[in-house]
């Protein structure tokens, strides 16, 4: 049905797994290598690249226009262990819909219900939250559905119970706003940096327990300058808008063909859905077979989060929601980023209808 497609003829729409490196990132890392000396060292190198660092961690605080602190980590999941591991706070409580990473830095935590349009059930929250100090973690964006949360009324919430708030960012930061919160996790990879830097947020280094090392005492490694720098141009590139709404469109048309065809376009669902991240059943088809279909077409796609599609299990996120057994299992996930044109989303959208109208 498709040829083979060339890489450079590619389409990818997968950009909540990875989004392409963008060439500031790229130049900044080049520069970082040349300042090879540790930033801890005493010795003129090493102080000339402590300097880079912290005017970078400075960059990044304008950027993201945040008051706090900033611990620089190997990415999201390492930020995710920190706060979940080392916050001075009581009970664990997580959205049932997090990402792996936070559920697995948090295996012993109570998880919270989201309602069937993805968004955290409040009431449960009220309830969950009179105790002493609770930490609550609750992503801004949902990788696999792309609701956004209501992280407003969630922090004012918590807030008001005495709580500390926990936001992975980690698909949010370079296309919204921070949200207000005492902790945020970010993964430069996510916006254009590049794969093994990331930050851990903080109000305040009393929200920790230090550890020792560097990073003010609070995280052990050396830190990454190269990725440290290339996050900080990434950030300072997201000024400009991340997607053309035009971009878009395409995707309009395409909803209302896959209602009329069967199908399941899951934003219909969601309280509150992002335009950059879409999950789609198509009818008739399994996702793990429509993966390959479009691969073979040429176009790259996923079927829910990258940490954890190569497992056979159905989404926790969809059963979280309690979305039907047969249409999850027919659902993909499309992502678009800085890259993305208006014809990579037209082709998407075509190979989707001819591939729907063969099942």
């Not at 900044?28 to 060292?41: F, V």
């Not at 955290?120 to 002493?132: S, T």
């Not at 005495?162 to 960012?169: M, P, Q, R, S, T």
């Not at 230090?210 to 141009?233: D, F, I, K």
Request: with cysteine; glycine share 10%.
């Amino acid at each position: 049905m498709f040829r083979a497609c060339p890489i450079a003829e590619r389409i990818y729409l997968d950009h909540a797994a990875t989004t392409p490196i963008r060439p500031q990132a790229l130049a900044a890392l080049e520069e970082g290598w040349r300042l090879w000396a540790n930033p801890s060292s005493p010795h003129a190198e090493g102080r000339k690249a402590k300097a880079a660092l912290e005017a970078a961690r400075g960059r990044i605080a304008a950027a993201l226009e945040w008051d706090g602190e900033i611990i620089f980590t190997s990415g999201a999941s390492e930020a995710a262990q920190l706060a979940l591991g080392s916050a001075q706070a009581g009970a664990r409580l997580v959205a049932a819909s997090e990402h792996d990473a936070i559920l697995g830095a948090a295996p012993d935590a109570e998880r919270l219900p989201v309602q069937l349009d993805g968004a955290l059930d409040l009431e449960v929250l009220q309830e969950a939250v009179q105790r002493e100090r609770p930490l609550v973690a609750v992503q801004q964006i949902n990788s696999e559905t792309g609701q956004r949360q209501d992280l407003a009324t969630i922090g004012s919430i918590v807030r008001d119970a005495g709580g500390v708030l926990l936001a992975d960012c980690a698909q949010g930061a370079g296309k919204l706003a921070l949200p207000e919160c005492d902790m945020a996790i970010l993964s430069a990879h996510k916006f254009g940096g590049p794969v093994g830097i990331g930050a851990l947020l903080v109000k305040d280094y009393n929200l920790l327990k230090p550890s020792g090392g560097h990073e003010r005492g609070y995280r052990r490694g050396t830190e990454n300058l190269p990725g440290v720098l290339a996050m900080a141009a990434a950030l300072e590139a997201c000024a400009e808008s991340y997607c053309d709404p035009a971009v878009l469109e395409p995707l309009e048309t395409l909803a209302q063909d896959c209602r009329s065809l069967g199908g399941t376009w899951l934003a219909d669902r969601l309280a509150a859905p992002t335009p950059y991240i879409h999950a789609v059943a198509m009818p008739g088809m399994s996702g793990s077979a429509q993966l390959m279909r479009f691969d073979m077409a040429g176009i790259a796609v996923s079927q829910g989060s990258a940490c954890s599609s190569g497992s056979l299990k159905r989404s926790h996120v969809l059963e979280a929601m309690q979305l039907e057994p047969g249409i999850a299992d027919r659902t993909i996930r499309v992502s678009v980023g800085w890259t993305t044109t208006r014809t990579e989303v037209e082709r998407f959208c075509a190979v989707w209808r001819e591939l729907a109208q063969r099942s």
